[in-house]
């Protein structure tokens, strides 16, 4: 059911307000402008925050319509749609601030966690020198253990201790982008290292310290300015014409079915039958009578399951026989309501 219901908010948690004012005591920023990313921006309240005060051009990227909308109202670009289909030159942003959500990706390739695939593809728009801000759970950072070793240096995790974030383990990870020259002159052995390190951290969420209570300073680079651009589907403009399309209206009645409503009489008498059959469909739900007979009724099909037991032998045996049996309930307009079987 938890992941149902996170299905629903399209995995959207955002970080508490709290958290992201102890984020932004960590920086510093520069006195030219900047650019910073957020490609998970929800409603751009975490990077409005973290970003206070800082001559920070902000992009943010949203699946949700609605939060994307929000978000307009806060950052400077924003785009809608998903995340992995945004494209930027490399080395473009100074900041990259992503709370990924708490899922993996099912296709055919292969199922991957969301942490990974969004590090993966945004670690090389940050510019040398570049911040990163990963909000994720403690143990979804072994699964990031690869490229944050072999990407960014001076990496610190830190725990997050409001309620929200305490319930999915969340931790905040620091790290500085590398150069190109840097990356290709770390030794495996290095990068073997910060992996193994990580991968180890990720199983002591109780040991790491709490971000309220350590002092970190980073320095964010200025960059110049950068664009990101959309090659993904417009799902809302999608979502609008799918209605007016041949394919859908074809299958309109298998997949928003409407209710059927008669109103005509019969040619003869019903009996017992159809009287069953038409309730047990749903046809003589509605308004019936008039004046203090006046009622709703609504008609339904229930399993029923008959228990019997018998001794045999000094021993008990017990039968089960299940049985579909017919519903009424009734609502009267003087407020009374019945339930007949």
Not at 244 to 272: E, G, N
Not at 278 to 299: I, K, M, Q, Y
Request: with cysteine; charged share 25%.
């Amino acid at each position: 059911m938890a992941r149902l219901a996170a299905k629903a908010r399209c995995n959207y948690y955002p970080l508490p307000d709290r958290e992201a004012e102890l984020i932004r005591s960590c920086l510093t920023f520069p006195d030219q402008p900047f650019s910073a990313l957020d490609p998970c921006a929800g409603e751009g309240r975490a990077m409005a925050v973290i970003t206070g005060s800082s001559k920070a051009v902000r992009h943010g990227i949203e699946l949700d319509s609605y939060r994307a909308d929000a978000a307009a109202r806060v950052l400077d670009h924003v785009i809608q749609g998903d995340a992995l289909s945004a494209h930027a030159r490399v080395e473009s942003f100074g900041l990259a601030y992503c709370n990924p959500p708490f899922d993996a990706e099912f296709g055919e390739s292969g199922n991957q966690r969301y942490e990974v695939l969004f590090l993966s593809h945004f670690a090389r728009w940050l510019v040398p020198g570049g911040v990163l801000i990963y909000v994720l759970p403690a143990q979804q950072l072994a699964g990031c253990a690869q490229v944050l070793a072999s990407h960014f240096r001076d990496t610190e995790a830190f725990r997050l201790e409001s309620a929200e974030c305490v319930l999915y383990e969340q931790i905040v990870v620091f790290a500085i982008a590398r150069s190109r020259r840097e990356r290709d002159r770390v030794r495996d052995s290095e990068i073997s290292f910060w992996r193994s390190r990580l991968v180890a951290t990720a199983r002591q969420y109780e040991m790491l310290p709490i971000l309220s209570e350590r002092r970190v300073e980073l320095r964010v680079p200025p960059t110049g300015p950068a664009e990101v651009s959309y090659a993904g589907l417009p799902f809302d403009t999608i979502e609008d014409l799918l209605p007016t399309s041949p394919a859908y209206r074809q299958v309109a009645q298998l997949l928003d079915p409407q209710p059927i409503s008669i109103t005509t009489q019969p040619l003869t008498p019903l009996h017992k039958g159809h009287i069953g059959l038409l309730s047990t469909a749903g046809l003589l739900n509605g308004r019936f009578g008039s004046g203090d007979r006046l009622h709703v009724a609504a008609w339904k099909t229930k399993k029923r399951v008959i228990r019997t037991e018998d001794s045999e032998d000094e021993k008990t045996i017990i039968r089960e026989r299940e049985q579909f049996v017919h519903e009424l309930a009734i609502a009267f307009a003087n407020g009374e309501t019945a339930l007949i079987e």
